[in-house]
């Protein structure tokens, strides 16, 4: 980022929000980024991440650094680099959450005819629509060990926002394709251990395949920083539950909800 100096006018007003859309407070020279202040003279935070980096990726360990060095492709909105704001599961859940702003941007890019500040004006609506809707929609309870992996339905849940609950969900249900892709090759291995119930409800009839299953849900919410979210936080509601699951508080044998 290139130093400022000197006040900043646009249009004969004093503009205050500059790179990404940023506070920039002029007295101090500083670049506000929430939890943090960033000093573009030296190009870093004046004070250390509160997220201490996860050990397999080495670039988050840098804790004054700004978006993992590339202000260029990436932006730390929050001031905290987390899964959550860099992460492929929140990149892909983003990708369908936008689909309808990427069909009408990628129709304005390849027009035969130049775009009109019509189209522009378009694009921006269909983002904003899609902030609004989100923001405006109530929270959800969320299972911290979901029904279709056979986590009971009467479990203690996690209050979240729509948008984090759809992100963790897409994520969560990639352990149900692991399991039963493991399933799969086991009985090609060993033809006479097949059970009659099918998936994922036979390896959840165990204690054994339950503390498998809670291990990978366990997993993925510490890799992707899930667990202080949520009221009460899903840390909080997981580890209650997990040795009931265990234990055998289950869905079985339909691993669904009740109609």
């Known amino acids: 980022m290139q130093e400022f100096t000197g006040s900043i006018h646009a249009g004969g007003w004093q503009q205050s929000h500059l790179f990404a859309g940023e506070y920039w407070d002029q007295d101090s020279q500083l670049l506000y980024l929430r939890a943090r202040w960033y000093d573009p003279q ?50 892909a859940f983003a990708t369908l959450a936008m689909t309808p702003i990427l069909v009408v941007e990628n129709q304005i890019a390849h027009s035969q005819n130049k775009s009109s500040v019509w189209d522009a004006v378009v694009a921006t609506l269909v983002r904003a629509a899609s902030d609004a809707y989100s923001r405006a929609l109530p929270p959800e309870d969320h299972h911290t060990i979901p029904i279709y992996l056979c986590g009971s339905v009467a479990q203690r849940t996690s209050e979240i926002t729509w948008r984090q609950h759809k992100l963790i969900h897409w994520g969560l249900g990639l352990i149900w394709v692991r399991v039963t892709v493991a399933e799969e090759m086991a009985d090609r291995m060993i033809p006479f251990g097949r059970r009659t119930n099918p998936e994922m409800m036979r390896f959840a009839e165990t204690p054994m395949g339950r503390g498998a299953i809670a291990g990978l849900i366990g997993e993925f919410y510490e890799e992707g920083e899930f667990m202080e979210l949520g009221i009460p936080t899903i840390r909080t509601a997981f580890n209650l539950e997990k040795p009931l699951y265990i234990g055998g508080k289950t869905s079985l044998p339909g691993c669904k909800r009740p109609r």
């Open 42 to 91: 030296i190009g870093r935070f004046i004070s250390a991440d509160p997220f201490e980096g996860r050990q397999r990726d080495p670039r988050s360990l840098n804790r004054y650094g700004y978006a993992h060095g590339d202000p260029v492709q990436g932006r730390d909105p929050t001031g905290r680099m987390t899964l959550m704001d860099s992460g492929m599961a929140n990149a």
